[in-house]
C-alpha cells in the first residue's frame, strides 16, 4: 500500500492516485508511481493546460508541422524546425549549468527531428540588478549559454534581456533554437515495427535531476531549500558529437524513430515513444550505461542525465547505427525492443518492475481550473495622467532611459555569445531581429524573442497579444515576412484562479493575434510554478516568432545609414503613458492600462513597412518600443558604433502631451529612414495600406534634435548618449 | 603572512564530463591504469594574517561566499606559514 | 588545387572552412578524419575552429594528439601549407609546429566580434595579395586567444619577421585599445620559421562574403590559391 | 590502487588574470587581507597501479605530455594510497 504522503510529495492528488489503480487495477509499484508522476507532471503531460493550448492556431502563411517534441513550417523544400523551452527552476538554483543544459535540451528537440540546429535565441528575466543575487543569476546564466552554445557551434543570434521586481527569486530562462531540414528527411519520435530494436546512445545514466521534473518543474520552491543532487551538468562536448551522430545514423534510413531523453528521462522516451507509434516495449535496465553503481530502477527510470537519446532502429540494423555513434566515441546499446501489445515494459534483471500501457502514461487527466480576475487589477489600471508632472528636462530623460538596464544595449551579452559560426548571419545582434541565410537558396530568415510582461501584467489579453504584434513588427523591420510562432508560457502556480486568469487570458491573447496575423503556433511550452516566497512573476507569454525573407539581399537594419536622408514615421503617437519604462524609470510607477492595440492599423503598417524594404526603397528600420518614439530615434543614431549618424526632428505632430508622445509606448509604430527621391514612393505604400505616414525630420549631424514647435526639448550628441547607452548595462553588472 | 591552498572539487555526485573527457584521452595515450579522473580548481592564496585559527576561519567564508558553489562543489584547504 | 579540412571531435567551424572553399573559393576540398593517417595528395590542410575535446583541459591539449597529427606535423616538415584558424592555431601551438602558448582573454569571457588586424609580412604563402600593413576586419571568436611567448620567444618571432597580423585600430594603431583579449604584442597571427605554417585567431571563413559584412579574409583564401598555383 | 592529486599552476611569470579579478572580488566583499591569488587545477587520478614509484615516473609522463603545458604551467603531484 503506498502512503499517501508518498505519492502527495511525488505531486500526484489523491484522485490521481485513485485513477492510477483504476487504470492498474492493482497498487502501482514504486518505479510505476514515479514514472506516474513525471508523464501526469504539468511538464510532460500538460493536465492544466492543455485545454487552453488547443486554442492556438495550427494554420498559417506558411505549410505548418506540428512534431512530437518540435514544429516548423515548409518554405520550397527546407523544413525550418524551432521550438522555445524555459529552465527557469534549475537556472535560479545554479544558473551556469541550468542555463547551458537548458540550451542543451532545447537543441536536442531539434536535431532529433532530423533538423541541423543552426541558430538559438534566449529570453531572460531577472529582479533588478541592484541585488548581488541578481547579478550572479545574470552572470551565470549568460556564461552558461556562452559555454554550452559556443562549444556547440550554434550560434546564439538574437534575444532580450528585462529586469522587473516581479522576478526576484524566480528568474526567467527561455531558450529557443531553429533547425533546418530537407523537408522529406524529418524524423519522427516513435517506435514501430514489432521486433525493432530499441537503442540507448549518448552518455552514461547518473542520478542527476532525480525527482528533477516533478519536484523542480511543477512545485512552488523556496530559495536555499536542498535540491542539490537534482543539478545536472551540462556537456556541450558529447553533444556536439550526438548531433553529427544523430544526423549521420538518420542519414542511413535505418531509424525508425528518435527522442531525446530530456525531462523524465526514460520514462518519457520510452512511454512517448511507444505511444505515439502504438506500440508496445520492452526495455531491459541492466542494459542501460550507467555512470553509478548500485542505482534503483526507478532512479534509472527517472534520471535526467543530458546528452542521452532513444532511438528505435530497424532489426538487424543495430551494428550499423553503433558504428556510427562508436565512431564520434559514443555508447549505443540496445536495450529493448519494440512488441506487438501496447505496453511500457520495464524489467531489471529480467524481473518485471513496471507494466504499464503506454496510452494511459502519455494521457494525463485534464483539468479545467478555475479562474478568477485579480482585485488589484481595477485599481492598478486607473492612472490620471494630469498627476504625472510633465519633466522639465527631456535630455535627462532620455539619457536615463537609454541607461537603464532593459533599455540599454546587450552587447555585453552577445558578444559572449558566437554569434557567427556557421556562417549564415547576415544581419548580426544589434537590430530589430538577427536574420540568417539559407545557404543553397536565396532565402534567409530572421528570428526574433518577444515579450513586455509588465504589459501582459497591467493587462494580460492585450499584453499577449502585443508580444506577438511587436515580434512580428521586429522581423517585418528586418525585412521579412513574418511566418511562425514557437511560445513559452511562464506563469505562477495555476490552482490559483487569478494567476489561472492571467494565464488562460495571455493565451487567448496570443491565439487572436496569431489568428488576425495568420502566423501559425507551431511548438511552445508551459512553465508553471513561477514563484517564491518573494511572489510571482509577471504572467509572461515569450513569443518566438520567425520570419522569411525572400531574398537576401533585401535585409534591412535598425541604424541611420547616412546624412541628409529623410525620416519617416509610420503609425500613431496616442496619450499613452500606462505600462511604459518611463512611468517606471521616471516616476516610479508601474500602473495604468497597457498601449492599446489595433491589429488593423498594426498589420498597416507592417504590410507598409515590408512592401517599402522589399522595393529596396528604404535605408533603415527600426520600431519603437520600451522608451517609445525617442529612443528608437536614439537607437536609430548609435546602434552602429562605426558609423553613427545624428538626425535633426522638426515635424512631428502630435496630439498628446510632450511626454506621452516622446516615451509613450504606443504601439503600431515604426521610424523609417530614405533618401529623397523614396519619400513619395513609400507615401504612396502607406496610404495603399491605409498606414499613418508623417515625415519627422532629416538625418545628419553628431546630435539628435527634437523639436517640439519651435522649441528644441532634445538635444544630444550621439557620443554622449552611446556611452550612456553601451556601458550601462556592463557597469550594473560589475558592481 | 601565511599561504593557504584551496581545493575546489565537484561534490562526488554530480556528473564531470571533463574528468572523463580527459581519462578518455589518457586511455588513449596508453595511460591504461588510469581508473578516473575528476577535475577540480586549486586557488593559492597569500593572506596578510599571522593566526591560523582566524585564517581558517575568514578562509571559511570566502569559499562559502565566493570561491566555491556550494551547490555542486566541496572545498578544502591547508594553512602554511611562508 | 586540393584543400583538406581536419575535422576534429568538437571542431565547429569545419563545415564552414569547407563551404567557403568549395562554394566561394571554388577548389576541391576533402574533410580529413582526424584519425585519418594517410594524406592524400593535399596541397593545403586547415585546421578548422571550434571547441575540439570540448576543450576540456586546455584549448587543443588533446586534439593535439589526433592520430592525424603526425602525418600533419609531416606534411608540415616537408613543406606542405597548413593554416590553423581559432583552435586550429591553438592545436598548432600544442603540437609545437608554432610556437608559444594561448591564454585565457584577460577580461575573461568568450568574445566575438569584428576586430581589425594589420597585415605585417606579406611575403608569405598566405598574404601575398594583402599589400604592405593592410587593414583587414574580420571576425574573431575565443575565449583563449591572449598569445604568450617568453622574451626571447618574442624577439625571435619579430626578428624573422615570423609576426604576421597584430591587432590594431580601424586606422591601423597598434595600441591597448584595440588588442581584444591582451595578447602580447598585439599578435593576431604567426607564421613558422620556414613560411608554410600560419596560425591566426581572427576567421578569415567568417569574412569572405561580402553579405557577411566583410570580404578582407577572403584574401587570405586566395592569397593561398596564388601562391599554390604560382609554384 | 594509488590516488593521485596533480597541481597545476601558472607560472611565476605568466599574467593570471583570473587570480586577479577573484583577488578583487574578495578586496570587495571586504577579504583586505588577502594579498595575492592565483588560480591553478587540481586533477585527481586514481591508478590501477600498487608501486608509488612507478605511479611516480607515470603521472610525470603524464603531465609532461598532456596534463601541463610546460610553456606556460608548472606541475606538482601527491601520491596516496586509497
Ligand atoms: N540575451 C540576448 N542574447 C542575444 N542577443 C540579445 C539578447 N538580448 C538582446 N539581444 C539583442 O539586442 C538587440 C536589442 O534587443 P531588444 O532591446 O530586446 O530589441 P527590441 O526592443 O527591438 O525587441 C536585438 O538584436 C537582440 O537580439
Ligand atoms: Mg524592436
Given amino acids: 500500500m503506498v502512503k499517501p504522503e508518498v505519492y502527495r510529495s511525488l505531486g500526484l492528488s489523491d484522485e490521481e492516485y485513485k485513477r492510477i489503480i483504476d487504470l492498474l487495477k492493482r497498487e502501482p509499484s514504486t518505479t510505476e508511481l514515479a514514472m506516474f508522476s513525471v508523464e501526469w507532471s504539468e511538464h510532460c503531460g500538460y493536465p492544466r493546460s492543455r485545454i487552453l493550448l488547443k486554442l492556438l492556431p495550427k494554420k498559417g502563411k506558411y505549410p505548418t508541422l506540428i512534431g512530437e517534441d518540435s514544429g516548423g513550417i515548409i518554405v520550397d523544400d527546407l523544413a525550418i524546425i524551432f521550438k522555445m523551452e524555459s529552465h527557469n527552476h534549475p537556472s535560479q538554483i545554479e544558473p551556469k549549468q541550468g542555463a547551458a543544459t537548458g540550451i542543451g535540451g532545447i537543441i536536442r528537440d531539434i536535431f532529433t527531428a532530423g533538423a541541423r540546429p543552426i541558430a538559438s535565441l534566449n529570453s531572460l528575466r531577472f529582479g533588478p540588478l541592484t541585488e548581488p543575487y541578481n547579478r550572479y543569476l545574470l552572470r551565470g546564466v549568460v556564461d552558461g549559454i556562452q559555454f554550452y552554445g559556443n562549444c556547440l557551434g550554434v550560434p546564439t543570434v538574437a534575444g532580450e534581456i528585462y529586469f522587473d521586481e516581479s522576478y526576484n527569486g524566480n528568474c526567467l530562462v527561455n531558450v529557443m533554437s531553429i533547425g533546418v531540414a530537407k523537408k522529406d528527411e524529418l524524423a519522427r519520435a516513435f517506435a514501430r515495427g514489432v521486433g525493432n530494436s530499441i537503442m540507448y546512445v549518448g552518455s552514461s545514466t547518473g542520478r542527476d535531476g532525480i525527482g528533477g521534473c516533478s519536484v523542480l518543474a511543477s512545485h512552488e520552491f523556496k530559495e536555499g531549500e536542498e535540491k542539490r543532487p537534482t543539478v545536472q551538468i551540462g556537456d556541450p562536448f558529447t553533444e556536439k558529437c550526438l548531433i553529427e551522430a544523430t544526423l549521420e545514423a538518420l542519414a542511413t534510413g535505418h531509424v525508425v524513430g528518435i527522442k531525446d531523453m530530456g525531462a523524465a528521462g526514460l520514462t518519457c522516451s520510452t512511454s512517448e515513444m511507444a505511444s505515439v507509434g502504438n506500440s508496445g516495449m520492452e526495455v531491459e535496465l541492466q542494459l542501460v550505461p550507467r555512470r553509478e553503481a548500485d542505482m534503483e530502477p526507478w532512479e534509472i527510470m527517472m534520471s535526467e542525465s543530458q546528452e542521452r537519446m532513444l532511438v528505435c532502429v530497424k532489426k538487424g540494423k543495430e551494428k550499423e547505427i553503433e558504428k556510427i555513434f562508436s565512431k564520434w566515441d559514443l555508447h549505443a546499446v540496445v536495450i529493448g525492443k519494440v512488441t506487438d501489445d501496447d505496453i511500457v515494459r520495464i524489467k531489471d534483471k529480467g524481473k518485471v518492475v513496471a507494466e504499464i500501457k503506454a496510452h494511459s502514461l502519455t494521457q494525463a487527466p485534464v483539468y479545467d481550473m478555475p479562474y478568477k480576475k485579480p482585485a488589484y487589477l481595477d485599481d492598478l489600471n486607473k492612472l490620471d495622467i494630469t498627476k504625472i508632472s510633465e519633466p522639465k528636462d527631456y535630455n535627462g530623460v532620455l539619457l536615463k532611459l537609454l541607461g537603464s538596464p532593459t533599455i540599454s544595449s546587450k552587447v555585453w551579452v552577445y558578444e559572449q555569445y558566437d554569434h557567427m559560426v556557421q556562417t549564415n548571419t547576415v544581419t548580426l545582434p544589434g537590430s530589430d531581429a538577427s536574420v540568417l541565410r539559407l545557404k543553397g537558396t536565396n532565402k534567409a530568415i530572421a528570428a526574433t524573442t518577444d515579450c513586455n510582461s509588465r504589459y501582459c501584467y497591467l493587462n494580460p489579453y492585450k499584453g499577449a497579444q502585443i508580444a506577438v504584434a511587436e515580434a512580428a513588427r521586429n522581423l517585418v ?150 522608451g517609445g518614439l525617442a529612443v528608437a530615434l536614439a537607437e536609430c543614431c548609435i546602434s552602429n558604433k562605426e558609423n553613427m549618424v545624428g538626425a535633426v526632428i522638426d515635424s512631428l505632430t502630435f496630439d498628446a502631451r510632450k511626454d506621452a508622445a516622446l516615451f509613450g509606448e504606443s504601439q503600431s509604430r515604426i521610424v523609417l529612414s530614405c533618401s529623397k527621391k523614396s519619400v513619395h514612393k513609400i507615401r504612396d505604400i502607406a496610404e495603399r495600406f491605409g498606414a499613418p505616414f508623417q515625415i519627422i525630420g532629416r538625418t545628419g549631424g553628431k546630435e539628435l534634435e527634437i523639436l517640439v514647435g519651435k522649441r528644441k526639448i532634445i538635444n544630444l550628441s550621439v557620443e554622449g548618449m552611446f556611452e550612456r547607452w553601451i556601458d550601462s548595462l556592463q557597469s550594473l553588472i560589475m558592481a | 603572512m601565511l599561504k593557504a591552498e584551496i581545493y575546489i572539487t565537484l561534490k562526488k555526485t554530480v556528473a564531470d564530463p571533463q574528468g572523463l573527457t580527459i581519462k578518455h584521452a589518457l586511455d588513449s595515450l596508453g595511460y591504461k591504469e588510469v581508473e578516473e579522473v575528476r577535475i577540480g580548481k586549486l586557488v593559492t592564496v597569500k593572506l596578510n594574517i599571522n593566526d591560523k585559527k582566524e585564517a581558517e576561519q575568514r578562509l571559511n567564508e570566502m569559499c562559502k561566499k565566493l570561491l566555491a558553489n556550494p551547490i555542486i562543489e566541496d572545498y578544502s584547504f591547508k594553512i602554511e606559514e611562508v | 588545387m586540393k584543400f583538406g579540412v581536419v575535422v576534429f571531435p568538437g571542431s565547429n567551424c569545419d563545415q564552414d572552412c569547407f563551404y567557403v572553399v568549395k562554394d566561394v573559393l571554388k577548389q576541391p ?119 604568450y611567448i617568453d622574451d626571447d620567444g618574442l624577439k625571435s618571432l619579430e626578428k624573422n619577421g615570423q609576426i604576421v597580423f597584430r591587432y590594431c585600430s580601424p586606422d591601423g594603431d597598434v595600441n591597448k585599445e584595440s588588442n581584444p583579449n591582451s595578447a602580447l604584442a598585439n599578435i593576431a597571427g604567426i607564421i613558422n620559421r620556414e613560411g608554410n605554417v600560419l596560425g591566426m585567431m581572427p576567421h578569415p571563413e567568417r569574412s569572405s562574403e561580402a553579405e557577411l559584412g566583410s570580404e578582407d579574409g577572403f584574401l587570405i583564401l586566395r592569397s593561398i590559391l596564388k601562391w599554390l598555383g604560382s609554384k
Fill in chain 3, 29 to 147: 576540398v576533402k574533410y580529413i578524419w582526424h584519425k585519418d593517417t594517410e594524406l592524400d595528395n593535399f596541397d593545403c590542410i586547415i585546421l578548422p575552429g571550434g571547441f575540439s575535446y570540448g576543450d576540456y583541459l586546455r584549448t587543443g591539449a588533446v586534439a593535439r594528439f589526433s592520430p592525424v597529427m603526425d602525418s600533419i606535423i609531416d606534411f608540415a616538415n616537408r613543406g606542405g601549407i597548413v593554416i590553423g584558424i581559432c583552435n586550429g592555431f591553438q592545436i598548432l601551438l600544442e603540437s609545437g609546429l608554432l610556437p608559444g602558448a594561448m591564454l585565457r582573454n584577460t577580461n575573461l569571457h568568450f568574445i566575438c566580434k569584428y576586430v581589425y588586424i594589420k597585415t605585417e609580412n606579406i611575403k608569405t604563402p598566405f598574404t601575398n595579395l594583402c599589400k604592405k600593413n593592410q587593414i583587414l576586419k574580420i571576425p574573431i571568436a575565443h575565449n583563449e586567444g591572449n598569445y
Fill in chain 1, 477 to 626: 523591420c528586418s525585412g521579412a515576412e513574418p511566418a511562425a510562432v514557437t511560445d513559452c508560457l511562464n506563469f505562477g502556480n495555476p490552482e490559483r484562479p487569478d494567476r489561472f486568469w492571467q494565464f488562460k487570458n495571455c493565451v487567448e491573447g496570443v491565439a487572436s493575434a496569431c489568428k488576425f496575423l495568420n502566423i501559425s503556433v507551431v511548438s511552445g511550452n508551459v512553465s508553471f510554478y513561477n514563484e517564491s516566497i518573494k511572489g510571482v512573476v509577471n504572467p509572461t507569454p515569450t513569443i518566438g516568432m520567425i520570419g522569411i525573407v525572400d531574398d537576401a539581399h533585401q535585409v534591412c537594419t535598425q541604424y541611420f545609414k547616412k546624412e541628409k536622408e529623410i525620416i519617416i514615421l509610420l503609425g500613431i503617437s496616442k496619450e499613452e503613458l500606462g505600462g511604459s519604462e518611463y512611468l517606471k524609470e521616471v516616476h516610479g510607477q508601474v500602473k495604468g492600462d497597457t498601449p492599446d492595440l489595433d491589429l488593423w492599423l498594426e498589420q498597416a503598417v507592417q504590410r507598409t513597412a515590408l512592401d517599402a524594404i522589399r522595393k529596396g526603397l528604404v535605408s533603415s528600420a527600426h520600431d519603437c518600443s520600451e
